[in-house]
Each structure stands twice: as C-alpha cells, then as structure tokens.
T-cell receptor, first 110, second 112 residues
Framework: DVKVTQSSRYLVKRTGEKVFLECVQD?????MFWYRQDPGLGLRLIYF???????EKGDIPEGYSVSREKKERFSLILESASTNQTSMYLC?????????FGSGTRLTVV | AQSVSQHNHHVILSEAASLELGCNYS??????LFWYVQYPGQHLQLLLK??????LVKGIKGFEAEFIKSKFSFNLRKPSVQWSDTAEYFC??????????FGQGTELSVKP
C-alpha cells in the first residue's frame, strides 16, 4: 500500500510564525499535492509538484510556498502564519490514475 | 474556471434507505472522475473512479456512480445505506492538466 505520511497530526502556532508542514510518500510518485480542507468549501488546491524542484500554483497559493528537494518529500511553508490559515491541511501523491492522501495536519493559528 | 458542484451539503437518511448524491462539473474536455469518502477522524479514501468505458462504475462497499456526459454529472448511489456509511463524501474531477478539483462535500448522516 502507498503511504503518505504527514509529520504532524495537530499543530498550534502563533500569528507571524513561519510554519513547515512536511509530507513524505514511499511509492516514488512524481506528482504531489497540498490541499486545505474547510467546512462547506471542500478541498482547495494550494500547490502541486510534478517533479523534484518543480512547483505549480493551485487555486489558493497566497500566503504559502512549497519546497520539493527530493522526490519523496513535499513541504508546505506558511511564511507568516495568520489566523485565516487555521485549517486542515492534506497532502496527496499520485501516479497517473489515482491519489493517495495523508491523514492530514490540523493547524491552528492563534 | 473549472468547478465541481455537489448539490447537497447535508443528507440525513435512515438505515436501508437508498442514497443518491449529486455531482456536476463544468469542464468540457476529457476528465477523470472520482468519489472519495472521509469517515469521522479518518483520511480520505477512494470509493470509485471513472476514466473511460462503461459509464456505470462500481466501487467499494456497494457504492456505484453513473457518468452522464451530456449532463456533466457523476452521481453517487447506494441502494441501501448502513449506519457505517455516515461520513463526508467528496466528488472530484481531474482535468487534462492533472489538477484534481473537489466539490464542497456532502455530509451523510445515517440514523440507525
């Protein structure tokens, strides 16, 4: 089974902090994605990456950046956390025909 | 912009009732279609997917979905729901650019 592991299940950070959310997959997938999940809004794509050192903006990239130095790891960075970034963050990886999601990181910014 | 719309935000059913959750998308090209489920406290799991061929797709746990190209729809169905089907259900569409776009989700509550 493909595993997508997100390093933290719950995080609480202060406004203005720099936050790193880590995601690792173990199946050598090229494609990796970061979404945020909010009630009533579903999942919204923040950034995705088709290969190492490649990144593409999703639908809501403002306030976020990403890093993909190695194929198996895709990091989401909140440069200066704000309260409106309190959310559930989901990482996914994909070959060509399906997506596997991690368990999610619930981030609270206070 | 491409979008996915799920008509029902919250559906409440009794056990053994039939289920149909609506999903419409706005992309006119070739698409891949998915339904995901998220049980309380768990991660997203794939229920079923459609890429090509028979438009009636069968997934896990007795779920099925029908792709109707002329209506841009991919509705999820189950003839008889169980209490354990209580979860949030997400429709998603992947376009040729490779992005997976999700609907807003439908919360299903099944009363025992």
């Amino acid at each position: 089974d493909v595993k997508v592991t997100q390093s933290s299940r719950y995080l609480v950070k202060r406004t203005g902090e720099k936050v790193f959310l880590e995601c690792v997959q173990d199946m050598d997938h090229e494609n990796m994605f970061w979404y945020r999940q909010d009630p009533g809004l579903g999942l919204r794509l923040i950034y995705f990456s088709y290969d190492v050192k490649m990144k593409e903006k999703g639908d809501i990239p403002e306030g976020y950046s990403v890093s993909r130095e190695k194929k198996e790891r895709f990091s989401l960075i909140l440069e200066s956390a704000s309260t409106n970034q309190t959310s559930m963050y989901l990482c996914a990886s994909s070959p060509t025909d399906g997506y596997t999601f991690g368990s999610g990181t619930r981030l609270t910014v206070v | 912009a491409q979008s996915v719309s799920q008509h029902n935000h919250h559906v409440i059913l009794s056990e053994a009732a039939s289920l149909e959750l609506g999903c419409n998308y706005s992309y006119g090209g070739t698409v891949n279609l998915f339904w995901y489920v998220q049980y309380p406290g768990q991660h997203l799991q794939l229920l079923l997917k459609y890429f090509s061929g028979d438009p009636l797709v069968k997934g896990i746990k007795g779920f099925e979905a029908e792709f109707i190209k002329s209506k841009f729809s991919f509705n999820l169905r189950k003839p008889s729901v169980q209490w354990s089907d209580t979860a949030e259900y997400f429709c998603a569409v992947k376009n040729q650019g490779g992005k997976l776009i999700f609907g807003q989700g439908t919360e299903l509550s099944v009363k025992p």
